[in-house]
């Protein structure tokens, strides 16, 4: 049996996490610090601490420290990396970023390839924070990096808490999934997102002009007012109804319905975005709840493609219940009532592609498996402003074979396990230099491997309509520009193939 000489390591000291994959602290415990500005290492009360502590006349600067890690024990594996922190100050606003905990090595190429946390600010007493990210398989020798950026407040990193752990084992089943005829016979779809509100029939005309056969409807909430469950339910139920006027709508224009709950219940923690029924019975039960009387309601409506159980799911690591468990048993309630509508779950990440190298087939009929696809981030979501595509960004020439890798967990996925495919958003900002090269390369890609896709999203927000051009300052109305010829393009397809 072969095993690798890190994770042999890790067996020899007995040290795994949840899922029996490698765990502990990379030897950050040894290592020197390269401390920065503001920075300082003290002992408190048996505890090693990282302080660092920003005056508000420098908060535009850029306070990191850094310590060399190894995490080759975590080549190929997704890594949940946590430690426990105290803020003072470090508060959200317009134009500050936060506290940095982050992971960075280097590609074989040379490209600094870095992994981070949510948005993490203060204050708060002591208290753990932690993200997921897949470490690649040539990883070794990397850097933990801890400070502030562009704020200003103190933070204290306790360094004895932090930890490395594989939570999920990857995808090593060749089980098959299993459609019936209903499925198996369903022409391929193409469409968009719904708008975040209502829509209209004029909306549906619209799209019927375009060559849409699909829409996914998103029931969306902010995070905040989805914890009163009270409100919550008066919420859905006015969505719910509204939804089913859509399903008399639609048929007359050949369009095809996905209900999309984009607002799981209890909302999510504002510094990870992990799903907070995750880690509660009360959310976890109505949930499940919530896609019993779906169900029942919809039964036998022939407007329905599919049930879209939850929106891009997030599980950092350990949880009182896993995202594809508790996906599975609204599944499994479904089921119970509907032995045939599809089932739409979500690779963890929300929605990664890489995700998928973990991602489980659920052993019930007419399960699809759904990616979104906005890699790279820095590029679709303007994160790293003017970067362009095709072209370098953070170090790697992106371009439509960079896509076809990054999608190749989930094309893996597919040809395993005989998976029907399913990319529920994919787009690039209206002001992305080449957006319209980007969403024509995907529609592509998502056309070789015989993939459903929407867009995302008809009618939104300006970052993505492409009904608008312009800049990020001002967009203005348009009728005719390269984003929406791309969009039509691959439309268009359901005009002239099955």
């Known amino acids: 049996m072969k095993i690798k000489l890190g994770i042999l390591a890790a067996l020899l000291a007995g040290s795994f996490g949840a899922a029996g994959g490698p765990a502990g602290d990379c030897g950050l415990a040894q290592a020197e610090w390269k401390l920065g500005t503001h920075s300082h290492l003290e002992e408190r009360d048996g505890k090693r601490l990282l302080v660092v502590e920003v005056p508000e006349k420098d908060r535009n600067g850029s306070y990191l420290s850094r310590a060399e890690i190894d995490l080759s024990p975590f080549r190929g594996l997704p890594t949940t990396f946590s430690m426990r922190v105290r803020i003072d100050g470090i508060e959200k606003e317009a134009g500050r970023k936060g506290i940095k905990f982050m992971v960075t090595y280097q590609a074989p190429s040379g490209a600094g390839i870095w992994h981070g946390g949510w948005g993490i600010y203060g204050p708060a007493d002591w208290r753990s924070v932690s993200f997921l990210s897949p470490i690649d398989d040539y990883t070794g020798k990397a850097e933990l ?101 859509l399903t008399e709508i639609a048929p007359h224009y050949g369009i095809r319905l996905i209900l999309d709950l984009h607002s799981a219940p209890g909302g999510r923690r504002s510094d990870s975005a992990e799903l907070l029924m995750l880690h509660s019975e009360e959310y976890a039960q109505y949930f499940v709840r919530i896609w019993e009387e779906i169900a029942r309601r919809f039964k036998g409506n022939p407007a329905v493609f599919a049930y879209d159980l939850v929106n891009e799911p997030y599980q950092t690591g350990a949880a009182r219940f896993d995202y594809l468990e508790l996906q599975k048993r609204a599944a499994e309630a479904i089921r119970r009532i509907d032995p045939e509508v599809p089932i739409i779950v979500e690779a963890n990440q929300l929605a990664a592609p890489v995700a998928f190298r973990y991602f489980r087939l659920l052993e019930l009929p007419n399960i699809v498996y759904q990616a979104h696809m906005y890699v790279p981030e820095s590029f679709t979501h303007q994160n790293t402003p003017g970067s362009r595509y095709p072209g370098v960004i953070s170090g790697i020439e992106w371009n439509k074979e960079q896509l076809r890798h990054t999608l190749e967990p989930v094309r893996r996925f597919q040809q395993r396990h005989g998976a029907r495919i399913y990319i529920g958003e994919f787009s690039a900002k209206t002001w992305a230099p080449g957006a319209e090269r980007y969403i024509a390369d995907c529609i592509s890609l998502f056309e070789e491997y015989g993939w459903d896709w929407s867009y995302h999203a008809f009618r939104e927000a300006r970052s993505w309509n492409v009904e608008l051009e312009g800049t990020q300052e001002k967009t203005v109305p348009s009728a005719d520009n390269p984003r929406k010829k791309a969009l039509l393009e691959g439309l268009g397809r359901n005009l002239v193939t099955p």
Do not use: I
């Not at 939570?167 to 719904?194: N, P």
């Not at 995070?223 to 339910?233: N, S």
């Open 145 to 245: 990096v801890l400070g502030v950026e562009k704020n200003f407040g103190k933070v204290e990193f306790d360094l004895d808490s932090f930890r490395a752990e594989n939570h999920f084992d990857l995808d090593q089943s060749s089980a098959q999934a299993f459609y019936t005829d209903r499925v198996l016979k369903e022409k391929r779809l193409r469409g968009v997102m719904s708008p975040g509100g209502n829509m209209t029939e004029d909306d549906f005309r619209t799209l019927r002009e375009w060559g849409a056969n699909l829409v996914r409807f998103q029931m969306q909430r902010l995070y905040q007012d989805c914890t009163d469950l009270d409100a919550y339910g008066r919420w859905l139920k006015g969505r719910l109804d509204h939804f089913e006027k």
